[in-house]
C-alpha cells in the first residue's frame, strides 16, 4: 500500500482491497461463494432471485453490484450491447516473478512509450511484478487465448517487456477484456438495482472505477436509510450519483487520446504533459484531479448524511 501527494492517492491491489471490504461485514452477513444467478422475478413489493443450485431466495432489494458483465443487468435490463459502449481497446494484466524487472520498477509505475500499444509495470510488495497491457483494435471480439494474443500484440516493445511476455501465465491466470463503459438509461427497475461497474463502468481510463463502486455503495445505503421508500431511495442514489459517473465517463472518453497516443505527434505532446506532472506545483494539480479533489464526487458525498471527503483509491 502506498500514499503520496499529501495522502490525497492510496494505491492498493484489489484482493487486499476486497479482503479490507470483507473484514468490515457485520457477522450477520452471509457470504456464498462459487454460485450465481439463473433467474431474477422483480415483483414491486419485493424480489426474488433463483441461484444455480436451484436455491429460492426473497429480499426486500437486489443490489447488482456484478461488475461490467453483469448477469443481474442482463437478466433484468437487457442484454449487454445495448449498454455496453466499447472504446476501441483492449486490456490484459498479469503478474509474475522476475527479480530484476521487480528491481528495475520498483517504487515506480513505469510504461512503455511507444504507440498504440503500452506497457506498464508496478513492482509488488510480494517480490512479483504486475503487468498492465492496452492495445488499439478496432475489433472489441475478444481472442480465444489471451496469452497468445497478448505475446503477439506487444512483440517488439523494448526494456522489459520481452521479459515479461516470456514470463506471461497461462490464460486462466490473465486478466483479459475490452476496455468499456457502461450506460444505461435507468440503474433501478423496481425492486432491482445496479450498482458500481454493472451499472456505470467508467473504464480504467478514468481510473476510479473502484472508488465510484465503493463511494456508489456508501451513497446507496445512505439514501435508502434516509427513504420512506425502497424506490424512493433508489431513485435519489441515482438523482445524486448519476451526473458524479456521467461527467468521469466524459473525461475517460477525451482522455483516451493521452492514455494510448495514436501518433507520433500524440506521444511527443503525452511525454511533455508527463514530464510536466514531475514539477511540484503541477503534480499536486493532477494529483488532486485524479483523487477527484473538489469535484462532484466530494461534493455529493459531503452531502450524504455525516461524510466528509476522504481519500480516493486510484
Ligand atoms: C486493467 C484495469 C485496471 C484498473 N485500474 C483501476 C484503478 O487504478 N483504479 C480504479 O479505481 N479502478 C480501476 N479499474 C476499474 C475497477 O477495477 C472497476 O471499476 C471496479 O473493480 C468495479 O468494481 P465493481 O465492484 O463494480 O465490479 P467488479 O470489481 O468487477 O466486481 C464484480 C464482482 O461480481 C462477481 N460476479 C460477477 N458475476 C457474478 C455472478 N453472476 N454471480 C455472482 N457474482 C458475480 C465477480 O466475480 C466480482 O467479484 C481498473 C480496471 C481494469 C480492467
Redesign the pocket.
Known amino acids: 500500500m502506498e500514499l503520496s501527494a499529501g495522502a490525497l492517492l492510496l494505491s492498493l491491489l ?1 484482493p487486499d482491497m ?1 479482503a479490507v471490504l470483507r473484514q468490515c461485514l457485520p457477522p450477520e452477513v452471509e457470504l456464498r461463494y462459487g ?3 439463473t433467474d431474477v422475478a422483480n415483483r414491486s413489493d419485493g424480489v426474488t432471485v433463483t441461484l444455480q443450485d436451484g436455491t429460492v431466495l426473497d429480499a426486500d432489494l437486489l443490489v447488482g ?8 443487468r442482463r437478466l433484468v435490463f437487457g442484454q449487454e450491447s445495448r449498454h455496453l459502449r466499447y472504446l476501441g481497446l483492449h ?3 498479469f503478474t509474475f516473478d522476475d527479480p530484476d524487472v521487480h528491481a528495475a520498477t520498483k517504487h515506480t509505475f513505469c510504461l512503455t512509450d511507444s504507440i498504440d500499444r503500452q506497457m506498464g509495470f508496478y513492482a509488488l510488495r510480494d517480490g512479483r511484478v504486475a503487468a ?1 497491457a492496452v492495445h488499439r483494435s478496432a475489433d472489441p471480439t475478444l481472442p480465444d487465448d489471451h496469452r497468445v494474443a497478448i505475446q503477439r500484440a506487444y512483440a517488439g516493445l523494448g526494456w522489459v517487456t520481452p521479459r515479461a511476455l516470456e514470463q506471461c501465465p497461462p490464460a486462466v491466470d490473465i ?1 483479459y ?1 475490452q ?1 468499456a463503459q457502461i450506460e444505461l438509461a435507468r440503474w433501478s427497475a423496481g425492486r432491482v438495482v445496479l ?4 451499472a456505470y ?4 481510463i ?8 465503493i463511494a456508489g455503495a456508501f451513497l446507496l445505503a445512505d439514501r435508502l436509510a434516509h427513504a420512506p421508500a425502497i424506490q424512493r431511495g433508489t431513485a435519489e442514489f441515482e438523482r445524486l450519483w448519476r451526473p458524479v459517473v456521467e461527467d468521469k465517463q466524459r473525461n475517460a472518453r477525451s482522455m483516451a487520446r493521452w492514455f494510448l497516443p495514436s501518433s507520433p505527434i500524440d506521444l511527443r505532446i503525452r511525454r511533455v504533459m508527463l514530464r510536466l506532472t514531475r514539477m511540484p506545483f503541477v503534480s499536486g494539480y493532477v494529483t488532486s484531479i485524479l483523487a477527484g479533489e473538489d469535484t462532484k464526487l466530494t461534493d455529493v458525498m459531503r452531502q450524504a448524511s455525516g461524510t466528509t471527503a476522504t481519500p480516493m ?2
Not at 478514468?206 to 463502486?213: E, M
Open positions: 484489489r476486497e454460485t450465481a444467478l453490484a456484478d461488475g461490467i458483465h453483469s448477469t443481474v486490456t490484459a494484466a498492465f486478466y477484456d476496455v450498482l458500481g461497474d454493472a463502468a467508467v473504464s480504467l478514468a481510473g476510479q472505477g473502484a472508488s465510484l463502486g483509491v486510484a
